[in-house]
């Protein structure tokens, strides 16, 4: 049921920075349920109502029913589009493969992450047509960096660094065998994977960044944040249900629905994604499955799904508290995509360098990984302090360690290290290694 | 098309498949002794050695001597270039390829260092590659993503696959262009195959074997552990799957015919996919290579072990199945055949299963009343 849309203008470089965070969060990140915590916990049967608090009114102002699916209409209608988040997820896919196809220039595929309308970078002719790119969404959130070009121009500079490393250094190379300081290809069991002199596969470097550069940045930085939902006269607007001009939802709810695209976008069935399946999408909502695969974090999805509903039926309710509750528990949740992932992957590198004849090919791809995503906590939010898990440069130090056990980078990387760099982030997110890497033995 | 009914593949079932006695199916005598404290008396060393001596080094022997027996075919075609010496060649080449089934599973150590079962028969082949590197003149076969252009596979394509006849065949590499080309690139596929493997066996020969064999403890790092897991992975993946799941469809959804080993040659599938199943199922037993003689083996381990399942021997039913599916593979006709000609391949649907049943027997069963976990996991491809 998706919409052809026009293009939504989500006022990427509008900046309202420390919009002093709305102070009705006094509330606790308690243990303990409360009737006022702004979620159905405990034995309450509504949000903070029912059970043990007060009865629940029907139809009153503190019931929100969560409804079963990702769907709202309005007289008939649905009130849900979130097409321009679909249209970059693809984007992102027809990129990402390219980043393989060594015919590729640095041009091509930089024409690609910064598309421009009507240019023919795709095969898909309607990404060709579409006036979105990946890179104008790439460290492009309000909370982080509305006031904070200085990082964003270094993030922006690390991706474009990343292609044309892989067209300069590995491309060049294609036909050559890959050894320590030098460029080319690695077996890795029946695949073949293209690394760099120090032992990184470019690709992957940059796929597993935009997921959090892109699609965790946005979610969770932008159209999650108070000061985007609350933007301008976005609260008067959906109290007295005006719709955005010719459209058939609020302004504040499409801000809502945006982030949920960039998760559920390109899900087979996007208003009930635990029944549906991932239909190419190579961000977050590829790697949310997986590691909710873990049985540590096996309500990964469905607490994320849930809060993301709540808070969508809590913004038709006109339930700010409500709202940005789910907004935080959302951010809590998706923060352990890059953190659990990305600590699973350099054990996965130990394990595999630990073998009796040390497996390379496995252990460069895993660390590959693991480097994209250590680069996407950056873009972590903690929403009890609503900022940065990491800090940039706490994320490039852990990264510089990743490389610094010797002159060729990953060829010489040690278990301390990795498991060093694991215990770092593991503590930070308030998980085990062992949590995130089960299988690690 | 032309039909070379290779070797007819004798393999007598040496464990007389004493058909299960069904008198004893209802009555349990359960009197199962369980996980109890059945002290484990197997001593690994042993079996390590027999595995080591009396199977992997001679199989590898072999092996290296079936290469320059096909060498010398090679070299035969070239000074004639007949029809007949085609056949000669074919079958020298399918000589090797049987001989390669004794060896895929060790991919262990030596091998393992240097990737030779995924350089030796990587299929489906590149023909696309293929022609345009013996066009060419110029490639280098040690680069990773050249190893779908090599191996067995390649040959398979260059003596099988260039011509509808032997006529045709023999007529594109017998020209005088094919010196430069086809026949200058089967010379480097075979230099190829033969350095890789002389490698490997002289490596065991000088030293893996006393590594291999000394190391006889029991842990997650010990000799029968991981070469427990290299067997049942082998089994599973590239026997079970590789040779005849995927071909079938089971996990794509769709018939690969063309991923069938030995596509080209049209009737060998079936035979290496029982030469393999025979090895298997040999090593499960311990026995010599190219001998009835037994020695030490998981078989007997579990024997010592005492391991019964459901109130029968383990060891029996293990080869018990393997011998079901056997008889259920071999009534089969060409797996081409099967697969070109049926659709769904019901016949070779239901032998795939009795292969597959194999699988939880020794994965789950046996490893456990041999406390081996299993460490490999089949990882995503992303």
């Not at chain 2, 992975?233 to 079970?240: D, S």
Request: proline share 3%; glycine share 8%.
């Amino acid at each position: 049921m998706r919409k052809i849309a026009f293009a939504l203008t989500i006022v990427a470089g509008v900046v309202f920075t420390s919009c002093s965070s709305d102070d009705n969060d006094i509330v606790e990140q308690a243990a303990t349920p409360t009737c006022s915590d702004g979620i159905q916990n405990g034995d309450e049967t509504g949000v903070d109502c029912g059970g043990t608090c007060t009865p629940c009114k029907s139809g009153g102002e503190n019931t929100i029913e969560n409804p079963t699916t990702y769907a709202f209409d309005r007289d008939g209608t649905t009130t849900v589009d979130f097409s321009g988040q679909t249209t970059r997820l693809k984007m992102g896919g027809e990129f990402v493969s390219a980043l393989s196809d060594n015919m590729r220039t640095a041009e091509q595929l930089q024409a690609m992450f910064a598309h421009e309308a009507g240019n023919a970078d795709f095969t898909d002719v309607d990404l060709n047509a579409s006036d979105k790119s990946i890179k104008s969404k790439t460290a492009a959130s309000a909370d982080f960096f509305g006031g904070n070009a200085t990082d964003q121009a270094a993030i922006r500079a690390d991706f474009d660094g990343w292609i044309t490393g892989q067209v300069e250094e590995v491309f060049v190379n294609w036909e050559t065998t890959a050894a320590p300081g030098v460029a080319g290809q690695m077996p890795h069991g029946e695949q073949v994977r293209y690394i760099n002199a120090k032992g990184l596969e470019y690709n992957q470097m940059i796929n597993k960044g935009l997921i959090g550069a892109l699609a965790l940045d946005q979610i969770v930085n932008n159209y999650l944040s108070p000061a985007v939902l609350d933007e301008g006269d976005n609260r008067t607007t959906n109290d007295a249900d005006t719709m955005e001009e010719g459209k058939s939802y609020t302004a504040m709810e499409h801000m809502w629905d945006e982030a949920y695209g960039y998760l559920f976008g390109l899900n087979t069935d996007a208003a009930n994604p635990l029944a549906g399946e991932n239909d190419g999408d190579r961000f977050l909502g590829s790697y949310i499955g997986q590691v909710a695969e873990d049985p540590d974090f096996s309500d990964l999805l469905t607490a994320s799904y849930d809060a993301f509903k709540l808070g969508r039926a809590a913004i038709v309710a006109k339930d700010y508290a409500v709202r940005d509750e789910q907004a935080k528990i959302i951010k809590a949740k998706l923060a352990l995509v890059p953190s659990v992932r990305g600590v699973f992957y350099l054990q996965a590198g130990k394990n595999a360098l630990a073998e009796a004849v040390p497996n390379y090919g496995e252990a460069f791809h895993a660390l590959s990984e693991a480097y994209g995503f250590i680069y996407s906590l950056q873009f972590a939010q903690d929403s009890t302090t609503g900022k940065a898990y990491f800090t940039k440069a706490e994320v490039d130090a852990l990264l510089a360690q990743l490389l610094a056990d010797g002159e060729n980078g990953l060829w010489d990387v040690t278990p301390e290290t990795l498991d060093r760099i694991s215990e770092s982030i593991a503590t930070k997110f308030g998980f085990t290694v062992a949590q995130a890497a089960p299988e690690a033995i | 098309m032309q039909r070379i009914w290779g070797i007819v593949l004798v393999m007598t079932l040496i464990w007389a498949c004493s058909s299960d006695n069904g008198s004893g199916s209802g009555m349990s005598d359960d009197v199962d002794p369980g996980p109890g404290p059945t002290a484990e008396t197997f001593a690994r060393g042993p079996m390590l050695a027999n595995w080591a001596d009396n199977i992997i080094i001679p199989a590898y022997t072999d092996f290296s001597e079936r290469l320059s027996g096909l060498s010398a075919e090679l070299e035969a075609f070239k000074a004639e270039s007949s029809e007949a010496n085609l056949v000669a060649l074919r079958n020298a080449w399918l000589e090797a390829y049987k001989a390669w089934q004794h060896i895929d599973m060790f991919e262990i150590g030596p091998a393992e260092a240097v990737g030779l079962r995924l350089n030796l028969n990587s299929y489906p082949s590149d023909t696309t590659i293929i022609e345009s590197y013996a066009s060419k003149g110029t490639y280098d076969l040690k680069l990773p993503s050249n190893r779908v252009a090599k191996g067995f596979p390649a040959l398979d394509y260059l003596i099988n696959g260039l011509g509808e006849s032997d006529t045709i065949i023999v007529a594109k590499l017998g020209s005088e262009t094919a010196k430069t080309t086809y026949i200058a690139y089967m010379d480097a596929v075979l230099k190829d195959m033969r350095e890789l493997s002389d490698q490997v066996l002289s490596e065991w020969q000088q030293g893996y074997r006393d590594t291999f064999v000394n190391n006889e403890g029991a842990s997650a790092t010990a000799s029968v552990d991981r070469f427990v897991n290299d067997y049942i992975f082998y089994y599973e993946k590239f026997l079970r799957a590789g040779k005849m799941g995927i071909p079938l469809g089971v996990f794509s959804g769709n018939t690969l015919p063309g991923n069938l080993e030995g596509y080209y040659d049209n009737d060998i599938s079936k035979v290496l996919f029982l030469e393999s199943l025979n090895v298997s199922q040999d090593f499960f037993n311990g026995k010599h290579f190219a001998s009835d003689a037994k020695g030490e083996s998981l078989a007997a381990y579990l024997d010592a072990l005492n391991a019964i399942k459901g109130g029968e021997d383990l060891k029996k039913i293990i080869n018990d199945q393997f011998d079901t599916a056997r008889e259920q593979v071999t009534a089969l006709g060409t797996f081409r055949e099967e697969i070109e000609n049926n659709d769904p391949p019901s016949n070779m649907l239901l032998a795939y299963d009795e292969v597959q049943r194999i699988v939880p027997l020794l994965k789950v069963d046996m490893v456990s009343a041999m406390s081996i976990s299993i460490a490999y996991v089949d990882s995503d491809g992303d």
